[in-house]
């Protein structure tokens, strides 16, 4: 019997050590490298697509999903989704 009075249970949790903390990301693009990105996209729509992603920081997949009428003009808002119970999060609304 453990010391709680009731088989198989602890008064006390047992230690647990956590992992170590991972390292930091790479690094970021500087405001040059975000330009120069930009300029060397040779089709319209692949720099729509760099912008928003640039801009916002959405996922890729939450990007290509995008439809008109979760964009707002008047709010200056693009909702990137709503939660649908498939993903574990919803999806951001970006200015």
Sequence with gaps: MSNSGRPGKRA???????????PPRGRFLTRDEAKAVVAACAMPHVKAFVLLALMTGARTEAILELT???????????AFGVFTGKRRKGRATAP
Excluded at 12 to 21: F, G, N, T, V
Excluded at 68 to 78: A, G, K, T
């Design 12 to 22: 006390i949790a047992p230690y647990i050590e956590l992992p170590m903390m991972p």
């Design 68 to 78: 008109w009428h979760r964009v707002s003009f008047e709010r200056r808002q693009i």
